[in-house]
């Protein structure tokens, strides 16, 4: 390899030692365990596999800390691992129920990528941490929406245990749940919070509900300020 390439790619970056192309973030290459600075594209390992003695490794071109992440097998990193290396396939569709054309149900959906959703898990990852501590009991009450799974999939990220409730639990099956599971925190949405908030008095572990959707026209005052 000449010396002006060499010089030419910083050393944290990593490419083929045969064709000299360097890696994509995410591109699979291989290198030899055996012989230094083998690194090679799946191209290449193709054209040397019979002429190169040793076993090749298929690897990951990533940057230190994803790799760290996607070798540790719990499922907080699968998570992470899938937002990165899937970054721009489709994740979660939404039914956009004004079409009313029934023969159309495929453009009937609103398709959110990884990327999109990940950022949405981890940004509520983040603001759970003010309200909730690792291991404690978070209850989701809702229909089925992406804000579920992204809050199911938040807890996951902060080691946060997940107890469902169905959305349409009587007044006494609800009370039982959050009282026998030791709810501190729950996250609803509009059509549950004034239940949720009516309830909270015979609830005496729950110190937060976070409410889905916008609360602004709510007249409640009390409402307003048991949000979080």
Not at 8 to 14: D, F, G, L, M
Not at 31 to 49: D, I, N, Q, W
Not at 55 to 61: G, Q
Request: proline letters at 2%; hydrophobic letters at 35%.
């Amino acid at each position: 390899m000449n010396k002006d390439l060499n010089a030419s790619i910083n050393s944290t970056v990593q490419y083929c030692t045969v064709c000299h192309r360097i890696f994509n973030q995410g591109e699979s290459w291989f290198y030899c365990p055996s012989c230094l600075h083998c690194h090679v594209c799946e191209m290449c390992k193709t054209r040397m596999e019979s002429s190169h003695s040793h076993r090749l490794i298929r690897k990951f071109s990533l940057d230190y800390g994803i790799e760290k992440i996607c070798t540790r097998p719990d499922m907080a990193s699968r998570i992470l691992s899938a937002i990165y290396f899937h970054s721009e396939r489709s994740c979660f569709g939404v039914r956009n129920y004004s079409n009313d054309d029934s023969d159309s149900n495929e453009h009937s959906y609103v398709w959110l990528t990884f990327k999109i959703i990940g950022q949405r898990i981890k940004n509520f990852s983040y603001g759970l941490e003010h309200f909730i501590k690792p291991h404690y009991h978070l209850a989701i009450c809702a229909a089925n929406r992406p804000e579920w799974l992204i809050t199911d999939l938040a807890c996951i990220l902060q080691s946060i245990i997940s107890v469902p409730i169905f959305h349409q639990s009587n007044d006494r099956d609800m009370t039982y749940i959050i009282n026998h599971t030791n709810i501190s925190v729950i996250v609803c949405d509009k059509h549950i919070l004034q239940r949720l908030i009516r309830l909270q008095s015979k609830c005496s572990t729950v110190r937060h509900i976070i409410c889905m959707d916008d609360v602004s026209d709510m007249n409640s005052s009390k409402s307003l300020l048991f949000c979080s």
